[in-house]
């Protein structure tokens, strides 16, 4: 089982990018679950959000206490909340942001944590030449899944349209293609 | 057809094939994805003629569809917490009048605290008024039960409540197989109702009744409960004949053959509670789990059979009777008077605390090797607790106490889960 | 309005004997093939204005709607008296739920109708000013609101009188109840602004608002019948004395009620889409003091003699006759 983590801030489609997460791991064939970490939290607020990937049907309701996946859609959160909390030993880490791991102050915990590994991607960035607007949670989905695989880029394609009908379903569309070139262009595959 | 679905969407789809004829809603956390998804269907005109009335007040609501069913129209509504405290009176009516309304009760805490977060104290606080209450363990069955509680609710004339617990289950995406119309139209037959407002046959339905028949009365509503407890697993069984899965019936048990000690509980806590049980048996416990999905009617008869060679039940329940303890346990121990069985009750999960795997495992250990307190909260912070009880000691103006423990535990959102 | 007033005046009254009347204007009442809505043998007080308004009421709707209606009743007096089983006094089919949802209720059957495509049953609703005006208020206005096809009437004898007179949103300035007693310096009901729901059914803006009198049953008829001519949402309120809880003498139950429409107390008259649309004239005014006087609950104010409050209710009825034009303007 994958257990995935979500954190951003409210207004941020933080439980949507949990949703289309789970619906991409449905569409390749698996057992897939997404919920909040439920508030009523107001725009700007810390947001969690919680997905589970299995080839087993998934029973589990706690929330995610130990990620093997950690989505960080607003770097501001780093040193405010405990994003890092209970994380697997060999997690896979990408956050939102166009610094580098070393400019973000994550340098340390790099080394604590050898067996982590973390990406940046400058999701908003991409978004915004795309949508106007700079929503991350496409981007950072179609990051996780040109990174690791563990969800196939057709399938997270497929959501976005299932999701996202018509024009606004073909701008998301466009920012996780650019996604993908940046990830092929600037990231290793892991 | 399998689905990847929101709770929501999933009951508010189901309940459409249903063919509800009047709807009467009102706004309520975390309700609101269920009654929003009806009204537009109403709207788009995909449940034939049925009306969907917003109403001023849940109270109203319900009281609508007193009116509607007593017409002889399918109805339906969906409430949670202070929306089902606010009708509370016309809970009992509708119970009292036999109507077979159908409710989905979005589980949520009850205020003061305002919470809007998971559990059970909104339906067990009408667990007495004559209404069956069926709890879901997942979205499948969410959706499932709604489509049992209408053929239960109609064939008995009696108000079905389907209780699914608020966001961990509304708001959660879950793989869901969707029935088809000819699947839901096969299993729920046209409502027939047994009493109707009619001007060629005219009736007085809610006279005033006195000593002379009340008793004899109740004991009819009762009696009407003691039946669902045989109808409620064959309506799960023919329910299982046309859609081909196990959903409802009285309980679902999960190794309980040569479990020495069962576990308890109502709703989807039991999904964990099934994993906490294969990571046990795994180290060696002989444990296993009920999930109770009739509370009411309570299955006292079967509980009993179920449990017989078990030596303790461990009751989690997201439910508290203040001044008393647990209301799960108190109906489990009074099923099993006599038989000399331990039962722990664990109050878990209140105000949507989240109930972990782990939390879960620990305790049963604990209560397995030293027995537990009466009844046992899990998970309590009591350095809060104790700082707070010193602070009410020290000063008679100590201030609220809801707030006083908010500024110590500090705000929302900056603890990781 | 559809009828011609008939004055008979060596009675002085407006009280028209039936026998009188062409065979066409005579009221339901006096017709062999009446309905008995509610039938003889419920357990009403002698002189219950609620009883007979609800009598004439209920029967013009089963005559408007040729038998073809439900009716749905708020927890009250005519409730209590009209049910006993196995002697229910209902004709026709009712229901009865709680004190505070009969609006609801009716919309619920109304609802029900429009689900099943059925245009040829009608439903009405009926209460207790408490009822009405109090605990089933937010339902009421619900229903206005949605426009639901219900005519709601408000049977006001102005306080609680099912559970023993104990003051309602509808009890007048200055009247005894159980809960307003008459002691202190300022006995009986505050000289409050008060709750007029006609008017408060009027700002819905809905078809059809009207309000009459058990002393004038004719013209009670003649409104039920027309409210039964429209669709939506409908409300007349009903002036009904009570002898117990007005402290009246049962056979002085149409006088009463008389009086308060020729004071000004209560004045009659109909509103559609939140307009007055036609008024009844007050014949012959009299002072606030002879209906007052007539009535135990408000004995204080004579008892000495209390200038000032019998001056504040004269000033009510003057606003009343004022606002609606009872009274011919003087030239
Ligand atoms: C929720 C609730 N509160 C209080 C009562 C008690 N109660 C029953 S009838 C009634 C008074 C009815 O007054 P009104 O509506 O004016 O009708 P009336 O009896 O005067 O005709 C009261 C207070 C009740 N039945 N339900
Ligand atoms: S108390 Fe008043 S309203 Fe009630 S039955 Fe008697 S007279 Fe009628
Ligand atoms: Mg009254």
Redo the contacts between chains.
């Keep these: 089982m994958i257990q995935i983590r979500i954190h951003g801030r409210g207004g941020q489609g933080v439980v949507t990018a949990a949703e289309l997460l789970a619906l991409a791991a449905f569409r390749d064939g698996k057992e897939a679950q997404a919920f909040p970490s439920f508030g009523s939290e107001r725009t700007g607020a810390p947001v969690t959000a919680f997905c589970r990937i299995n080839s087993q049907p998934i029973r589990s309701r706690e929330p995610v206490y130990h990620p093997d996946v950690l989505l960080i859609q607003d770097s501001t959160l780093l040193h405010q909340v405990d994003v890092f909390a209970g994380l697997a030993s060999s997690a896979f880490v990408l956050i939102n942001s166009t610094r580098d791991v070393e400019a973000l102050r994550l340098t340390d915990f790099v080394i604590q944590h050898p067996a982590v590994q973390m990406h940046t991607l400058p999701a908003s960035d991409l978004a915004l030449k795309h949508l106007g607007r700079p929503f991350a949670n496409i981007g950072m989905v179609a990051g996780y899944a040109a990174l690791t695989g563990e969800v196939s880029k057709a399938a997270v394609n497929q959501s976005i349209t299932e999701k996202f009908p018509g024009r606004i379903g073909k701008l998301n569309g466009a920012v996780a293609a650019e996604v993908y070139d940046y990830v092929a262009a600037n990231l290793a595959k892991v | 057809m399998k689905h990847h679905i929101e709770g929501s969407q999933a009951v508010a789809h189901t309940v459409a094939l249903c063919r509800p004829e009047v709807m009467a809603c009102y706004p309520i956390s975390p309700q609101t994805h269920i009654v929003e998804t009806l009204s537009r269907k109403v709207k788009a005109g995909e449940i034939g003629n049925c009306q969907f009335l917003n109403v001023e007040s849940e109270f109203g609501a319900l009281s609508v569809l007193i009116g509607a069913s007593a017409m002889g129209a399918r109805t339906y509504t969906a409430t949670t917490s202070q929306g089902l405290l606010f009708m509370a009176e016309a809970v009992y009516n509708a119970a009292g009048l036999g109507l077979p309304i159908v409710m989905t009760i979005a589980n949520r805490a009850l205020g003061a605290p305002i919470n809007i977060w998971n559990d059970h104290s909104d339906s067990m606080s009408m667990r007495d008024a004559g209404w069956i209450q069926l709890f879901a363990q997942d979205n499948q069955e969410a959706a499932d039960l709604h489509i049992q509680a209408f053929r239960l609710a109609e064939e008995l004339s009696c108000p079905v409540m389907v209780c699914m617990d608020g966001y961990i289950l509304t708001h959660a995406y879950e793989v869901v197989d969707l029935p088809t119309q000819e699947q839901v139209d096969a299993y729920v037959p046209a409502f027939e109702p047994v009493q109707v407002l009619d001007p060629q046959d005219p009736v007085s339905i809610g006279a005033m009744v006195g000593p002379e028949a009340f008793a004899e009365v109740r004991f009819l509503a009762h009696h009407k409960h003691v039946r669902a407890l045989e109808a409620i697993p064959r309506l799960s069984q023919a329910f299982q004949d046309i859609f081909q899965r196990r959903s409802g019936g009285l309980m679902d048990t999960y190794h309980t053959d040569n479990a020495e000690t069962l576990l308890l509980a109502l709703g989807s806590v039991n999904g964990t509670i099934k994993d906490a049980v294969d990571e046990l048996r795994k180290e060696g416990w002989p444990v296993g789990s009920i999930a109770l999905c009739a509370f009411r009617p309570f299955p006292s008869h079967a509980l009993r059979h179920v449990v017989q060679d078990a030596k303790r039940i461990i009751v989690f329940e997201k439910d508290l009777a203040v001044g008393m303890g647990g209301i799960v346990s108190s109906d489990v121990k009074m099923a099993l008077q006599g038989l000399p069985i331990i039962v722990d009750t664990v109050i878990a999960g209140l105000g949507g605390r989240p109930i972990p795997k782990a939390s879960v495992i620990d305790t049963v250990k604990q209560a397995c090797l030293e027995g537990l307190e009466e009844p046992h909260f899990l998970d309590l912070n009591w350095d809060e607790i104790n700082r707070e009880l010193t602070r009410q000691q020290a000063q008679r103006r100590s201030g609220p106490t809801a707030e006083n423990l908010l500024r110590e535990v500090g705000p929302p959102g900056t603890k990781p889960v | 309005m559809s009828y011609q007033r008939v004055k008979f005046y060596q009675t002085g009254t407006f009280t028209v004997g039936n026998r009188l009347l062409d065979e066409s204007d005579r009221t339901v009442q006096a017709r062999m093939d009446r309905t008995n809505s509610l039938n003889a043998g419920h357990r009403a007080c002698q002189g219950c204005g609620e009883a007979l308004g609800a009598r004439y009421a209920l029967d013009a709707v089963m005559r408007a709607t040729r038998?073809?209606?439900?009716a749905?009743?708020a927890t009250g007096c005519l409730?209590?008296f009209s049910?006993?089983?196995p002697e229910?006094a209902?004709?026709?089919?009712?229901?009865?739920?709680?004190f505070?949802?009969a609006p609801?209720?009716?919309?619920?059957?109304?609802?029900?109708?429009?689900?099943?495509?059925r245009t040829d049953?009608r439903v009405i609703a009926q209460g207790g000013d408490g009822a009405t005006v109090d605990i089933g208020f937010?339902?009421l206005?619900?229903m206005f609101?949605?426009n639901d096809d219900v005519l709601y009437i408000c049977y006001d004898n102005e306080a609680y009188m099912n559970t023993g007179v104990q003051r309602s949103g509808s009890t007048p300035p200055r009247a005894w109840t159980n809960t307003t007693q008459a002691v202190g310096t300022n006995p009986g009901n505050p000289m409050g602004i008060g709750k007029n729901l006609p008017r408060i059914a009027m700002a819905h803006g809905i078809p059809y608002v009207a309000t009459a009198s058990v002393a004038d049953l004719h013209d009670l008829e003649a409104k039920v019948t027309k409210a039964m001519s429209i669709r939506g949402a409908r409300y007349i309120h009903i002036h009904v004395p009570c002898p117990l809880g007005w402290k009246s003498d049962p056979a002085h139950t149409i006088k009463v009620a008389r009086l308060a429409v020729e004071s000004g107390l209560f004045p009659l008259f109909e509103a559609e889409g939140g307009e007055v649309t036609d008024r009844t004239p007050i014949r012959k005014k009299v002072s606030v003091e002879q209906y007052l006087e007539l009535q135990g609950r408000f004995k204080h104010l004579f008892h000495p003699r209390d200038e000032r409050a019998l001056e504040t209710i004269q000033a009510i009825a003057d606003a009343n006759i004022h606002r609606y034009q009872l009274l011919p303007l003087k030239a």
């Design positions: 038998q073809q209606m439900v749905v009743n409730e209590v049910s006993p089983y229910s209902w004709q026709i089919p009712w229901m009865h739920s709680l505070g949802n609801a209720v009716a919309s619920g059957v109304a609802a029900a109708l429009r689900a099943k495509g049953v937010g339902c206005s619900g609101e949605r």
